[in-house]
């Protein structure tokens, strides 16, 4: 029974074939169709496709030639935790394919062993992959935070402007009149401060009966409000350059969130990810971007009708958008004589695999031809270029295998392949920029490239630089010498320790033999002595050795594989989140291994810079200048600052330094603004600003709000409040102890003249009683002589006084001579 494409290669007639093509279900392109080629369309059409299947040829053998692809393979075993000791185990016993194109199918099923063989140990210590995946996800968290970004555009300088700034000219028409311009708000704000204070004034109010003219300052405006608009200011050239560099800041701004847009929605980020992995695992990592994607929307409109009847209809917004996507680098064949750059080549290919309802819905895009589609599919698809001898995929796997094709193509094959492009490419254009699809060796498709500077949409961005090669050397590379000493160390190891965990035992089975029958060591075991033995020692007979343990040398073999990954791969333990005998014990020396561990972000943030964000941004830049639908405001002459990949690197390593300027926040004298400088400890940590600081309505609200005062006026106000309650509180206190003073002084007087009156009356009792006489008349005695001792006092004070007056109590005579204060 003949197989399909044994009946394919018979050449039959037409009406046989047609037949034939409709019993197995095959697309028959109609006979004379629009889309119908002629003979000589198709031999031009299969010269060209035998031209680009010489390039692909040349790009396959170039980077088989080059030997990348077995430090790949290698790569991908080490990953794995493969060898040629335990494939078998791993992959299960069954046959292999191999990973490069010339290499012959393995057989992973173990060989019968031979019992004369010493068994050894297989063992393979994942140290790649976690080494790997350190450092990816070191490298994504630093370069690619949720919330910043690795670009900005900046408008250009230009010179005339940038002088003009400092031009003070005023502006003029051609007739001389001087220009004006409105005033700002900070100028209005200026002017009305300057002004002097002026008392109002009122009007004087016109005689009753007389009309005055309206004040034309005063008169009401359009709306009721009274007109106070402010003087104009004089027009400068400075305005007009300023004015000119607000449009071109505010335009780059624009174009920079556009393109910000395209990579979220063509998911950049996430292909970025994938990109990374692939360029620590094997040393390169290829991203496609961009190129064209279709995105779909659905937009509703509502419409009413002529009775007044609403009626909702849905329409699919469909718009070209440039994507990004991550490339497997096993399928990325570039020119072989690129060097280190993709972009130096001539012409890139990717290897994709597509199904057959997939080709068969590709003639409903633009620029696929649908006769050479249906030709494809009449070949079916057994032709494959890459792993021809692999056994172990599916029998099912009825894919086709398409080749993607980027590079430049004469006008004649271009308009052979798409004559709808002859309006797009002038007579005078000789080469253009092409994108083209092989299928089993025919071109089915031609378009051109949305970018016509020439670079390609693929960026191959290596992880450490290799000479002159465009795939880099990853971090499985770097410790594959380390990965092999720890491999070998271990499965030693482990074979002593299964050596010297027994013991070797000798025996003479002339001298003894065991009682049981059983050449077995046993507990409690009874041997017996062969009478006829030469000798009567047992000992000698029956001995026991063992092996000697190098466990520990060995163990340090072994831990020195492990010093040796840190030393090649330049990740330290320290920055996988463990501990060992290299984790230093202070703080100091812990900064310092970080940042001798941060030499690494630096070398690949710039690789990602230089091979990636920065021509991706440059291209998306181009598609935005060529997009007809995007607005002219967002196109113009920019600067492209693709450099931050390093800057988010260095803000990662200054992190620390930001945490210790927080204490220098409280004083002035510093000029540090808080929240700036939590702004970017934040962004530091990976931590998002916006979701810790107030929304824009809240913080409106509490900027209308007048400001608290400050802290240090706040306490000097409440210790000036709480010396004046002490002050009173003395002052209260004193004036209780001074009214309780006088009132006691008052009481003591009050006191003091009772008894003195009470005494007074009590001499006065015993005078009348001594004299025989009464009170009135003791009353009416000393009344008389007080009123001589006045008249005496008044003329003394006239120098006149005779000899005082005795007095009248005194006894008569006189004291003796020096007791006449005492008598």
Not at 203 to 226: H, M, V
Request: hydrophobic residues 35%; glycine residues 6%; contains cysteine.
């Amino acid at each position: 029974m003949m197989t399909l494409q044994e009946i394919d290669a018979v050449e039959l007639p037409g009406d046989v074939q047609a037949e034939l093509d409709g019993m197995l279900g095959r697309d028959v392109p109609p006979d004379g169709g629009a889309d119908q080629l002629t003979p000589e369309d198709r031999q031009l059409l299969k010269s060209l496709s035998n031209i680009l299947v010489e390039k692909r040829k040349e790009a396959i053998d170039g980077r088989k030639m080059s030997g990348i692809e077995d430090i790949w393979a290698g790569c991908e075993d080490a990953h794995e935790s493969i060898d040629d000791m335990n494939r078998g185990e791993i992959k299960g016993e069954r046959w292999q394919k191999p990973l490069t194109m010339e290499g012959p199918l393995t057989s992973s099923q173990r060989e019968q062993e031979d019992p004369n063989e010493q068994p050894r140990s297989n063992v393979f210590v994942p140290v790649t992959r976690r080494y790997v995946g350190a450092g990816w996800s070191k490298v994504c968290e630093i370069l690619l935070p949720p919330d910043d970004k690795a670009f900005s555009i900046e408008s250009t300088p230009v010179p005339d402007l940038i002088k003009g700034k400092d031009d003070t000219r005023q502006v003029s028409n051609a007739d001389g009149t001087l220009l004006t311009r409105d005033a700002t708000k900070e100028e209005i704000a200026t002017d009305q401060a300057a002004q002097p204070f002026s008392p109002q004034v009122p009007p004087e109010i016109p005689p009753q009966g007389t009309a005055q003219p309206p004040d034309p300052q005063l008169a009401p405006a359009s709306g009721g409000a009274p007109a106070s608009l402010p003087p104009g200011k004089p027009l400068q050239m400075r305005d007009l350059a300023k004015e000119k560099m607000q449009e071109a800041e505010a335009s780059a701004k624009e174009a920079e969130t556009l393109i910000l847009d395209w990579m979220v929605e063509g998911r950049y980020t996430a292909g970025m990810r994938k990109v990374a992995f692939d360029a620590a695992k094997l040393g390169v990592g290829v991203m496609k971007s961009p190129y064209s994607i279709i995105s779909r929307s659905v937009a509703t409109q509502k419409e009413t009708d002529d009775a007044g009847k609403d009626t909702i209809t849905a329409k699919i917004i469909e718009k070209v958008l440039p994507g990004s996507k991550r490339v497997n680098p096993w399928h990325f064949f570039p020119d072989p004589s690129c060097g280190e750059d993709v972009q130096t080549g001539e012409y890139c290919w990717e290897r994709d695999f597509i199904t057959e309802s997939t080709l068969k819905g590709l003639t409903k895009e633009k620029g696929y031809v649908e006769e050479l589609v249906a030709q494809v599919i009449k070949e079916g698809p057994g032709k494959r270029y890459l792993d021809e001898k692999t056994a172990d995929r599916s029998p099912y796997d009825h894919r086709y295998e398409i080749w993607y094709f980027e590079g430049f193509l004469h006008r004649d094959e271009i308009l052979l392949l798409n004559p709808s492009l002859e309006k797009e490419i002038k007579e005078t254009t000789k080469t253009a920029m092409m994108i083209c699809s092989l299928v089993n060796d025919t071109v089915i498709r031609g378009v051109l490239h949305p970018l016509q500077s020439g670079t390609f949409s693929y960026k191959a961005i290596p992880w450490s630089r290799r000479t002159d090669h465009w795939a880099g050397v990853g971090v499985a590379e770097q410790i594959f010498m380390p990965q092999l000493l720890i491999n070998a160390g271990t499965r030693a190891w482990i074979d002593n320790a299964g050596l010297s965990a027994g013991v070797q035992i000798v025996l003479d089975k002339v001298c003894i033999q065991p009682a049981d029958g059983r050449w077995i060591i046993t507990g409690n075991k009874l041997w017996n002595k062969i009478g006829d033995a030469d000798t009567n020692d047992v000992a000698e007979a029956f001995q026991t050795f063992t092996f000697p343990n190098v466990g520990a040398a060995l163990e340090a073999l072994v831990m020195y594989g492990f010093k040796l990954c840190e030393e090649c791969s330049n990740i330290p333990l320290i920055t996988q989140g463990q501990s060992g005998d290299t984790t230093p014990d202070t703080f100091g020396a812990a900064q310092l291994q970080n940042s001798n561990a941060n030499q690494m972000l630096r070398s690949v943030a710039d690789n990602f810079d230089d091979y990636g964000t920065e021509p991706t941004v440059l291209d998306h830049y181009e598609w935005l200048l060529m997009d007809p639908n995007v607005p002219n405001s967002a196109k113009g002459d920019f600067k492209i600052n693709a450099h931050g990949s390093a800057a988010l690197v260095e803000r990662h390593i200054q992190n620390q330094v930001v945490q210790g300027l927080f204490q220098f926040v409280p004083n002035p004298a510093y000029k540090i603004d808080p929240k700036k400088l939590l702004e970017e400890y934040l962004r530091g940590n990976k931590l998002t600003p916006a979701k810790f600081q107030f929304s824009k309505e809240e913080q409106d609200r509490m900027d209308s709000t007048p400001p608290p005062k400050d802290i240090k006026l706040q306490i000097a106000e409440l210790q000036a409040q709480v010396q004046m309650m002490r002050t009173k509180m003395d002052v209260d206190r004193d004036s209780v102890y001074v009214k309780a003073e006088s009132e006691r002084t008052q009481i003591e007087r009050d006191t003091r003249l009772a008894e003195l009156e009470a005494k007074t009356k009590l001499e006065l009792l015993k005078y009348a009683n001594q004299r025989q006489i009464s009170l009135e008349e003791v009353r009416a005695g000393l009344a008389e002589t007080t009123m001589k001792l006045s008249v005496q006092k008044q003329l003394a004070a006239q120098d006149k006084a005779g000899e005082a007056l005795a007095a009248p109590n005194e006894p008569p005579g006189r004291a003796p001579t020096g007791q006449s204060f005492e008598k």
